[in-house]
C-alpha cells in the first residue's frame, strides 16, 4: 500500500510539474520611424521585468568579452544580473578594463596577452566598457534583470526561452530610442507571440 501512494504521490507531482512547464515568447519588433532601418538603433534587447520579492537564477554560463586588436569583441553584450563575463587579452600588448558605470564599476587594472579577469555583474543596467591605454577601445554590456532575454536580430526577431506562466511585463532597450513596456499573460506551456513597436 505504501509502495501505491509513492507512485501516485510522485505521478501527482509530475502532473503539476507539467502544469508549471516554462514557455517562450516568440515575437518581432517593428520600428514606425519612416526612412530608418532597425539596423541603424544598434543593439535592440527585449527582455522580462523582474517582479519583486522573485529571485530567478541567472544562467551558470560566463559568456566572454575579448579584447582583440586594440577593440572589444563582442562590442556589444547582454546578459543577466548575477553572471560573470570573462575578458581575456588575446593581443600582444596590455589592456586595462574599466568602467565608471555605478553600481557594475570595476577596474581590472593592467593584464598582459594571454591573460583573463572575470567581473561578476550584480545589478541591472547599462555598463560602458573602456581602455585606460586606448582611449579608441569602447564596449557595452547591458544587465537585464531577468535570464529571459534576447537581442532581436536584423529583422527585429526575438524569442525569451522558459518564461515562467503568468503575467509578465516586457521591456525593450535601445541606446536611441525611449524604453518600452507592454504586459503579456504567458500560458502553462506552448508558445506565446508579441509584436513591439517601436517610436521617438
Known sequence: MQGWRAVAGFALLAVAAAARADSDVHGRVLLDLPGMLLSDLGPIVVYVAAEPGVAVPPPA?????????????????????????????????????FSYSKPNDFDLG????????TVAFKYPGVVKLYCSIHESMNGMIFVAPTPYFDVADAEGHFALRGVPPGKHQIRTWNEKLPDTEQTIRVPASGVSALEISLVR
Not at 568579452?65 to 588575446?90: E, K, S, Y
Open 61 to 97: 554560463a560566463t559568456p566572454s568579452l575579448h579584447q582583440r586588436n586594440a577593440a572589444f569583441l563582442p562590442g556589444f553584450l547582454a546578459i543577466a544580473a548575477g553572471q560573470n563575463v570573462a575578458m581575456p587579452n588575446d593581443d600582444m600588448i596590455f589592456h586595462n578594463v
Open 110 to 117: 593592467l593584464y598582459a596577452a594571454g591573460e583573463s579577469r
